[in-house]
């Protein structure tokens, strides 16, 4: 029988799921678009409002924390950083562009039909269990480039309160989402049934996040459970080898849940766990508020008839993203959403590397794949 605590995950994540994957889809809030539209076209409409979502999410973690509503800080999962997280940030850079949406992004896309998001799907899954066997020599990497040992996140480096360094980060920003009021830079020109701006989007996803940071005891993150799923499929046909890799043995998260105060731990191998209870309903929940939102607008139908080198390029980009968001490790949800507004270190490695690796990808997209510019 499921314990209360247990079903409470489950259910939490499902809704959460289905309420980001409702946002995401009417407002096409996609990271790896964001990127590849300010290195393809130079559009920064998407990105203004990736900067809004951080902005928002630091005031509500640093306000939870100072209440005492959030007992994790910070949030489980995090390590001290390496400078392998700017090379994982940057793989995982390139293969977004190339998949045409993030780890995130694939899901509310293939919920409202996409089969290029699909087979990106598919690629996270195979680069999921190709990074399984390269994770022996990849930690050995990150433990020899790892520094500020015991120091997750930047205030923790500096020995201060977070909220000396949070609270003065944010007012730039403050002032130029102001002058942006100011300009009409906000709205999104766009005249489809049932849109959200983004900038309304950006607000909804950070009280999101919030919630799960609070009621599940960290942010969204859906990127171990994409290499259980590997594991799974992998187990019937070898199951010696899928037994033999340390990666699928690890356990990667130990914490007590804050509301049920269940003891709870989880990693990426085949068994039913804190990282399947929490992860899997999210990413169903993604896909399903997708689907509702799709349905509701009569949108939904199967995107298919594209060029066989985009679904090329969905393969290979969901195969090089999976193994970025690996090798960082965590995925651009993770970092920008959840470890960038508690200034984890790992996740400001990952947003320097996620830049040029957006270029290299874009370069890459422009000249083999959408020789006409066009846009997945």
């Not at 993030?102 to 680069?127: D, E, P, Q, R």
């Not at 169903?284 to 090329?312: C, D, K, M, N, T």
């Amino acid at each position: 029988m499921i314990k209360p605590g247990i079903l409470f995950l489950i259910t939490l994540n499902l809704s959460l799921g289905i309420t980001a994957g409702f946002i995401m889809h009417r407002a096409d809030f996609c990271v790896a678009g964001m990127f590849r539209d300010l290195f393809l076209f130079r559009r920064t409409t998407m990105l203004r409002s990736l900067l809004l979502l951080v902005v928002c999410s630091i005031i509500l973690f640093d306000a939870a924390r100072q209440l005492g509503i959030i007992r994790l800080y910070p949030f489980p999962l995090l390590a001290s950083p390496a400078l392998t997280n700017i090379a994982g940030g940057m793989i995982f850079g390139i293969g977004m562009v190339l998949a045409g949406g993030c780890v995130v992004g694939v899901l509310y896309k293939m919920g409202s039909g996409n089969l290029l998001a699909a087979t990106a799907f598919a690629g996270l899954i195979i680069g999921s269990g190709i990074y399984a066997e390269l994770h022996p020599w990849w930690v050995a990497l990150a433990r020899k480039t790892a520094f500020l040992p015991g120091k997750i996140t930047l205030p923790q480096a500096l020995g201060i309160d977070p909220s000396t360094i949070l609270l003065p980060l944010i007012i730039i920003p403050c002032i130029l989402f102001f002058r942006w009021v100011l300009q009409g830079q906000w709205p999104a020109q766009a005249q489809v049934e049932g849109y959200v701006q983004p900038w309304r989007a950006a607000i909804y996803l950070s009280i999101l996040g919030a919630l799960s940071y609070i009621l599940v005891g960290m942010p969204f993150g859906v990127t171990t459970a994409y290499a259980k799923m590997a594991a799974y499929l992998a187990l019937p046909f070898a199951p010696e080898h899928v037994a033999g890799l340390a990666f699928f043995q690890a356990v990667s998260l130990k914490y007590t849940a804050p509301i049920s105060a269940l003891p709870l731990q989880g990693g990426a191998g085949p068994v039913m766990d804190a990282i399947a209870v929490i992860q899997f309903p999210l990413i169903a929940g993604i896909v399903l508020g997708a689907f509702f939102s799709a349905l509701l607008l009569r949108e939904f139908h199967l995107y298919h008839r594209v060029p066989g080198r985009q679904y090329a390029s969905a393969l290979l980009g969901g195969i090089v993203l999976a193994l970025g968001s690996r090798m960082t490790p965590g995925c651009n949800i993770w970092h920008l959403f959840g470890g960038l507004p508690i200034l984890a270190m790992q996740s400001l490695l990952f947003l320097a590397g996620i830049f040029p690796g957006a270029w290299i990808g874009s370069i890459l997209l422009s000249r083999f794949v959408l020789p006409s510019r066009q846009v997945i």
